[in-house]
């Protein structure tokens, strides 16, 4: 907006100061301005201007997502590209952060590049994936580690989550023979689950709004809730007590569990997915629960090479 307002002057489409870069048909004493030619693969690799219903298909684009230190040449002269060929702008741009090894931007002549897919390697992509968007506030710097990654994976996916659906599921085979009919069903149960609903709809919600690690966060909570009802509910102790209570008791967690690993899929979509494929749907009666897969497995801190 600051550049904008300084005022703006007509930009040269080509250049004749060097000759590296795509000639302009007809002259050849001309190259194409890097940013034009660049900039244009975002519409032709959408179809443009051969492919009509592919690029009606795909463009405009929902959200340019674009690295903050050449915001300029995607939100200034982009637009004035598309605009002065009469199409439809980007719906949003967006500006990410650089992440930073132990809060130090990553340089070769300092040699703490780190190679991600090493990092994918060593803790798993889920892991690094509900890292990178739990821990990193999406448009501002953000910075990582080795022991981030594994504090954050354990504590909220593995002792967290994880916990949750294996001493639910492993619960329910052990001592239900693996379905849990109709119980008695008490407040509690409705105030777990608006909880669960009520975190989940922030999770899209911030979503929706770029606000990634406060849409995880907010997920979190509806974790917690599940955790602290379990607790307090104590379906083990019901097992001798009062079995129909038990039963409604599962049942919610069920509900809830599936609602949870339904909306996190997006972020860690493999172990979500393997978490679904062992819970029943919501009208599934014949499902029979077995002996649960641990999903999350605790990480332990790796050596990373840097590159």
């Not at 489409?13 to 795509?22: A, C, E, K, L, Y």
């Amino acid at each position: 907006m600051r550049f904008v307002e300084g005022g703006l002057v007509d930009l040269s489409v080509s250049r004749t100061s060097f000759d590296w870069g795509v000639p302009v048909p007809g002259s050849p004493d001309h190259v194409m301005y890097v940013w034009v030619d660049a900039l244009t693969n975002y519409i032709t690799g959408a179809g443009y201007p051969h492919d009509v219903p592919r690029f009606e298909k795909f463009w405009p684009a929902d959200i340019h997502l674009i690295g903050k230190d050449i915001v300029r040449f995607h939100a200034v002269y982009w637009p004035a590209f598309l605009m002065s060929a009469n199409l439809p702008l980007p719906k949003q741009i967006f500006g990410h952060g650089f992440l930073l090894n132990r809060g130090e931007k990553m340089s070769k002549s300092v040699g703490n590049v780190v190679d991600p897919m090493q990092l994918a390697e060593l803790y798993g992509v889920d892991a690094l994936r509900y890292f990178l968007l739990r821990d990193v506030s999406f448009g501002n710097d953000g910075t990582f580690s080795d022991e981030a990654i594994v504090t954050r994976a354990n504590a909220d996916l593995s002792n967290s989550f994880g916990n949750l659906a294996q001493r639910v599921l492993a619960f329910i085979a052990k001592n239900c023979e693996g379905h849990v009919p109709e119980g008695r069903a008490e407040e509690a149960d409705a105030v777990l689950l608006a909880e669960v609903d009520i975190a989940c709809a922030g999770f899209r919600v911030a979503f929706d709004d770029l606000a990634l690690s406060q849409g995880v966060e907010t997920w979190m909570t509806g974790v917690f809730a599940c955790n602290q009802y379990i607790d307090a509910q104590a379906p083990w102790a019901l097992r001798k007590t009062d079995p129909e209570r038990m039963n409604a008791v599962l049942r919610t967690l069920l509900r809830a569990i599936r609602h949870l690993a339904t909306t996190i899929l997006p972020v860690i979509p493999t172990s979500a997915g393997k978490l679904l494929v062992q819970l029943p749907s919501a009208d599934d009666e014949d499902f029979r629960i077995a002996a649960p897969t641990p999903i999350f497995p605790r990480l332990e801190l790796q050596a990373v090479e840097e590159a």
